[in-house]
């Protein structure tokens, strides 16, 4: 599967962004998705992540209550949307995939990069 993602950019303090990721490839509802980001020179830290086919969705503490993850399957899009944003949130945001463990498995792993098998080029935001 192919992930490339789009939408982001410069904004203000408090601003505004949806990120999408597009997955081209085999259509297969089976792949969970999730949104990373990087600083340079700092590791890729989880941001959201959905498991697909139950719909679960899952946030990193530092965005909760800010970040909304979607999905439109008909489309094999997955969105992020960003909201009151900070200077703390300026990144490279990158989309994965990988299959869908169980839920459960899921749960307990999906703010591992290492969970995830496919990667965008990623797109990059700006928060100042």
């Known amino acids: 599967v192919q992930l490339v993602e789009s939408g982001g950019g410069s904004v203000e303090v408090g601003g505004s962004l949806t990120l999408t990721c597009t997955a081209s490839?085999?259509?297969?509802?089976?792949?969970?998705m999730g949104w990373f980001r990087q600083d340079p020179g700092k590791q890729r830290e989880r941001v959201a992540a959905?498991?697909?086919?139950?719909?679960?969705?899952y946030y990193a503490d530092s965005v909760k209550g800010r970040f909304t993850i979607s999905q439109d399957n008909a489309k094999n899009t997955l969105y992020l949307q960003m909201n009151s944003l900070k200077p703390e949130d300026t990144a490279m945001y990158y989309c994965?995939?990988?299959?869908?463990?169980?839920?459960?498995?899921?749960?307990?792993?999906?703010?591992?990069?290492?969970?995830?098998?496919?990667w965008g080029q990623g797109t990059q935001v700006t928060v100042s």
């Open positions: 490839g085999p259509r297969n509802r089976r792949y969970c």
């Open positions: 994965a995939a990988d299959f869908c463990p169980s839920v459960a498995d899921f749960g307990r792993t999906w703010y591992r990069a290492t969970s995830f098998g496919y």
């Open positions: 959905v498991h697909t086919l139950s719909d679960n969705t």
